[in-house]
């Protein structure tokens, strides 16, 4: 199936910095890439869809000067989450459609904010 | 509007029991995919099955069976003699046709398995 990987896997920062998190696909060409948040026990949470050459698309509520998403090629997209605040620790999960099933979503392996 | 619901939360079973997840869905859409995922402790989320809504032949995969009922909106997984490795939250969710590739996600359900 689909590979998608996230780096990295685990960071702690201090509040006020920037954390970038990386999202590849390994084996296939996404043009578009899902951008999710997660809460301790709650459902995923759509922040973003990010779309290769063009500007992300944010979902309703999402800061989009607060969560930069970078759609740089093919194969990688960014978010970038600046200035972070302890609130904005969480659990990020990317996902990219895959070509064999296009309807398909695979999953990276999530990233865990934690900003102290 | 799309909606997915998963009534059960959490759920909790001694090993070898046989266990059935829910999932009801709302759409207004004649072509839609459904699907399941699971998420184990690691977090990582594992793609466990999709099904298009023209498609209601039910499915089983080794433990696993899948009952999909148009006629209840309804796509019910259940795992067969359970065991402690299927510990994880699972995730019902919907796509509908089109170029919209956004999922409709459940809120999950907790299961349990005990030794």
């Known amino acids: 199936g689909a590979v998608v990987s996230q780096h990295p896997s685990r960071v702690i920062c201090k509040s006020g910095t920037s954390v970038k998190i990386e999202c590849r696909s390994l084996?296939?060409?996404?043009?578009?890439m899902f951008w999710y948040r997660q809460f301790p026990k709650k459902s995923l949470m759509l922040m973003a869809t990010?779309?290769?050459?063009?500007?992300?698309?944010?979902e309703q509520g999402v800061e989009k000067d607060k969560f930069l998403i970078n759609h740089a090629s093919l194969t990688l997209s960014t978010l970038t989450v600046t200035s972070a605040h302890p609130e904005d620790s969480s659990f990020y999960i990317c996902?990219?459609?895959?070509?064999?099933?296009?309807?398909?979503?695979?999953f990276g392996p999530g990233t865990r904010l934690t900003v102290l | 509007a799309q909606k997915v619901t998963q009534a059960q939360t959490e759920i909790s079973v001694v090993e070898k029991e046989d266990v059935t997840l829910d999932c009801v869905y709302e759409?207004?859409?004649?072509?839609?995919?459904l699907f399941w995922y699971k998420q184990p402790p690691s977090g990582e989320l594992v793609f466990l099955i999709r099904?298009?809504?023209?498609d209601e032949q039910n499915e089983i995969s080794g433990r696993y069976s899948w009952n999909f009922q148009k006629s209840t909106s309804s796509f019910n997984f259940t795992i067969t003699a359970s065991q402690v490795v299927d510990s994880a939250v699972y995730f019902c969710?919907?796509?509908?046709?089109?170029?919209?590739?956004?999922?409709?996600w459940g809120l999950g359900t907790s299961l349990a398995v005990n030794p």
């Open positions: 996902s990219a459609p895959g070509t064999r099933s296009t309807d398909t979503q695979y």
């Open positions: 084996d296939f060409q996404a043009t578009t």
């Open positions: 990010s779309n290769e050459g063009s500007k992300a698309t944010y």
């Open positions: 759409t207004r859409d004649t072509t839609y995919y």
């Open positions: 099904r298009n809504s023209f």
């Open positions: 969710a919907l796509r509908g046709a089109g170029n919209n590739r956004k999922l409709i």
